[in-house]
Structure formats: C-alpha cells, structure tokens
C-alpha cells in the first residue's frame, strides 16, 4: 500500500468533487464557463463592436473583425476548454489511483483472511504433525509460494505445494526465514519474491512458533495428566501415591515445593505430604492458609507472610482444595521462589489435577477401609476354622491321650492303638494348619507381575500339598493391575478348595491370553454338584463361587464351575483384555 495519497484522494474516498492543482473543483470550472462566458462574451463582443465602429474606414473595421472573431474567440474558447479538461484529468488521475488502492486493498484483505485462517487453524490443530502440515499449506496460501517447507526442532517437517504446480515448472525463487525458537520455513516462488514477501513470511514464522508452542503445552499437560492418573491407577500406597501426583503437577509448572494437606474422619486438616528443598516430611498441623484454601472452596495464591509459613523458602505459593460431592478431602499447596511462578493459564490445568489428586485419595482411602474389613473377615474366618476344625481335633486328640494315659497299664495293646489313632490326627492338622498358612502367605503381584506370581504359586501348591500339578501359559497377557488381582485371587481360591475338598491327585492349570485372558484349574478329584453349593463360603480361601463369579462379572469376565459327584471339577474365568 502507497506510503501516502495525493491531495485528490482522500477527497475523492470521502465522496467530495476533484480539485485541481490550484483548489477549483472540476463542478466549479463547469458552472463558471456555463455561468459567465456567455455574459462576458456578450460583453466583449458589444464593447469590441462599438470600438470598432469607432474606426475610420471600411478597411480598418474589416481588419479588426476579421483579428477579434478569427484570434482572440478561438482562443478564448481553447483556453475555457483547456481549463475544464485539466480538471477532468485530475479526475482520471484520482480514479486511477483509487482502483490501484482497490486492487492493492483487495490483495491485502485476502492475505489477512487467509492469516485469519491459518492461525484458526494452527489453534484447531491436535498434534505436531498437524501444526507442521497446516502452516506448510497456510504458507502457500498466503504469500502465493509454489511450494513450502517447515522444519522444526527434533527432525520434524511439512511440506505443501500449491495447486498444479510441478518441479518441472522450472526453477524456482528460494526464500528461507528462521523460526522463533528453532526450524526455518522455506518458500520458493516461480517468479522473484516481491518485495514485502519476506516481511509476510517472518509474521508467517511467528505465528507458526506459537502454534508449536501451544501444542507443546497441551502435550505436556496430557503427558501430566497422564501421569497423575497412572498414580490414581497403580498406587494405593497413601504416601506415594501423593509424592507421585504432586511430583507431577509440580513438575508441570516448575514448582519446587509441594504437600497435601488432608481432612481426617473428623473433619479436621493434617499435613499429610511435604517435599521442598529440605526433604520429605510427614505429619503435622495444616498451615493457616491451608484453612483459608479450604473455606474459601476456590484456588488461591498465598500473601507473603503466608508463602514464609508454609514453605520457609517459597515467595509464593497456590493453594487448591481438593473437593467431591461428599465434600472436602483436603487441600494441595505448591510453592515456588519465584513471586510470579503461578500465572492464571496454568490454574485451571492444576485445578484439574487437583480433582484426580481428590479420587486417587478417595480412592486410596477406600482401598485402605477395604483392606481392614478384609483383614477383619480373615481374622474371624481363621478363627472359626481353628475353633471348628484344628481346635476340635487337636482337643479330641487330647481325650484320646488321656484314655491312653489310663490304659497303658491295663490295656497296652490298645493304648498304643489310640496313640496311633492320636498320632494319625495330628498329622493330618499339621497338614491342614499348613494349608491354611501357605493360602494365608502374602503375593507381591506388584513386584513379580502375573505370569511369575502364578509360576510361583502353582509350583510351591504342588509342593505343599502333595499334587502333581501342570501349568500352561500361551498367548499375551496384558492386564490392568485390579484385574491381575482378581484373576490371581481365583486361581488362589480354586487351587485352595481343591486341596481342602477334592481329594484330587492331580490338577491342570492353563493361562492363555488373546482378545480374553481365560483361566482354568481342572481337578480329577471327587467333584460335586455346583447347585447345592454355590453360594458356600469355602474355608481355606473365605470367598464362595458366588463371591468370585461376582468379582469376575463386575469387571465385565465370565466365570462358570463345570463339576458333578466323581467326575472331577472345571473352574473357568475370563477376563478382557484393555
């Protein structure tokens, strides 16, 4: 666009008459000759006539007529006509100037919509890959290239080519500008670049650089929430599981200090977590702004004086309370030494995570209840079974002892009949206090993983108690780390009940993973009717077939028992695969 306009322009845009060079507008020049010429050649004509009468001779009066009408009217009217006409010019002049400022404005506005459209489409963008091939064709689009390259840090490049264009075109006119942050982008034109070609492609860089930037954000934060929730997932630890979201989020924003303050059974705040640069700490009482967090039920940035007491070496520090719809669970501070380390655009991220921070707790805590309810209904299974099982036999055993103690002297033969009888029951209680121990042993899944803990498992089984056991494992397995559980927790319960119950010699123990995994303990034992049974408690493993069919199906498995009197007995579960 012309770095400046004639005179005649700007009145010409606002719609007012063209002015000549010396200020009379072209309607002017038109109403003067109209208005006054003929008057004034009226007045001429009768003056000049009457001079002339004034002349001696016929001659003389031709001459002077012949020199006014023949010099002085044509050049009187060229001269009206000369003047109009320069207006009339300077018309044209404006005109043509006006459509070069179209045509010029035309161009422009077509460039700004079509950068419009590239940044909308840079914002629009999911991944890198997509940025990098937006603003290849954005490039040619806007600046008329023939083709486009973008090249950006890490080997990552796009390239667009406009419509019907072909190498074989021939050569073509190289522009090259540097990226803000790293990369160039290549233009390369079939005629030499115009002159603002440059200019336009260095404000194409730029904005490409914010498109790469803003993708690599919302990489990281979908890295970071990623990550929070694979703590939600695999760890019920209550300490790690809080080192591992906070180290996450406050990784995220660069934060050097973190720790979660948590409300207890009776509402109450503790300081669950600290890390900062001083270490680890655990326990103690939650910050007074800990509590303005939580009354405030909104994440807020801590003054100075509260950014001192919370982390010695913070200058500031963002509070976010951790809430669901039972209400508070507690609040998680991340400080920093930097005063200006927690800008708005990052809040919502962190408000976010605070909200899975807020399950996994939740989460962690019910893993924990759960765990004591189990321990609780294991301590009162094993007492039960010692009661009914090892206490009554060991007491009968005891009876057996104190009638041979009577007899050894008057009936030897048949004191040492009960002693055999006495010794025949301990024997098989060892076995069964064994039993009980060894189905009582803790697994570390965790550490081992599914395919070896069951290995373990089966082969130690086998050993125990006396069975010639198999196992066979094909196929993938890829499970999450609950549903290991359950699939290790029947294959536990099932070789249980087979060594408490089916006098079996021998059991078949088969792992195959594809679309399901599908687990099958097969005993050649003495069986039973799964009708009558279903819903027993057994009382090696404390789960029934109907409890195990119900943790099998709530995770979307099938799990079946095909057994039936001295035909042995089929435990079959399956589970998909994520």
Known sequence: MPDHLPDA??????????????????????????NVLPPLIVLVVGV???????????????????????????????????????????????????????????????????????????????????VLDVAARGA??????????????????????????????????????????????????????????????QALASEVARGVEAVRQRTLDLMTLYSVDQ????????????????????????????AVVLSDQDGVLRLEYAQDAHGERRGGVAPAFAQRVAQAEAALKATDEEAGEVFPEARSVLGLPMRDEEGLVGVLLLGDPDPNAFDDARVSLLALMAGQATLAVRNARA????????????????????????????????????????????????????????????????????????????????????????RRYVLDFGEQNGLRVHLNVSGDVHLAPGDEAV?????????????????????????????????????????????????RVSSAGGLGLLQMRERIEARGGLYRVLSSPGHGTLVEAELPQG
């Open 231 to 258: 703590s939600i997932r695999a760890e019920r630890n209550m300490r790690r599981l809080l080192g591992r979201v906070t180290h996450a989020m406050a990784g995220r924003v660069g934060a050097g200090a973190r």
């Open 487 to 535: 699939v290790f927790r029947i294959l536990q319960e099932s070789l249980n009940n087979v060594a408490k119950h089916a006098r079996a010699q021998e059991v078949k123990v088969t792992l195959h993973g594809a679309e399901q995994v599908t687990l099958r303990v097969q005993d050649d034992g003495a069986g039973f009717d799964p009708e009558t049974i279903t819903g």
């Open 140 to 201: 040619v689009r806007v600046t008329g290239a023939q083709r486009a390259t973008l090249t950006v840090p890490g080997g990552l490049s796009g390239t667009a080519r406009a419509e019907g264009s072909s190498e074989a075109s021939g050569p073509l006119h190289p522009l090259k500008v540097p990226v803000p942050g790293g990369g160039a982008l290549a233009l390369h034109f079939q005629d030499a670049p115009p002159a603002d070609a440059e200019a336009l492609a």
């Open 9 to 34: 322009l700007p009145e010409a845009l606002d719609g007012a008459p063209v002015r000549g060079p010396r200020g009379f507008r072209l309607s002017d020049r038109v109403r003067v000759v109209r």
């Open 48 to 130: 000049v006539e009457f001079l002339i009468s004034l002349l001696p001779g016929a001659a003389l009066e031709l001459w002077a007529h012949l020199l006014f009408y023949g010099l002085v009217g044509p050049a009187v009217t060229y001269f009206s006509v000369e003047w109009i006409a320069e207006g009339t010019r300077a018309r044209e002049r404006a005109e043509r100037q006006l459509l070069d400022l179209y045509g010029e404005l035309r161009v422009s506005h077509a460039r700004l919509g079509a950068v419009q459209e590239l940044m909308r489409d840079l914002s629009d963008a999911a991944d890198m890959g997509a």
């Open 367 to 454: 893993y924990l209840y759960s765990e004591e309810l189990a321990i609780s209904d294991e301590r009162a299974r094993i007492a039960r079974e010692i009661h009914d099982g090892v206490a009554q036999s060991l007491a009968f055993a005891a009876l057996k002892l104190d009638v041979v103690a009577r007899q050894i002297h008057t009936d030897p033969p048949k004191a040492e009949a009960e002693v055999r009888a006495a010794t025949t029951l301990l024997r098989e209680q060892i076995r069964e206090v064994r039993r009980s121990i060894f189905a009582l042993r803790p697994i570390d899944l965790e550490r081992y993983g599914l395919l070896e803990t069951v």
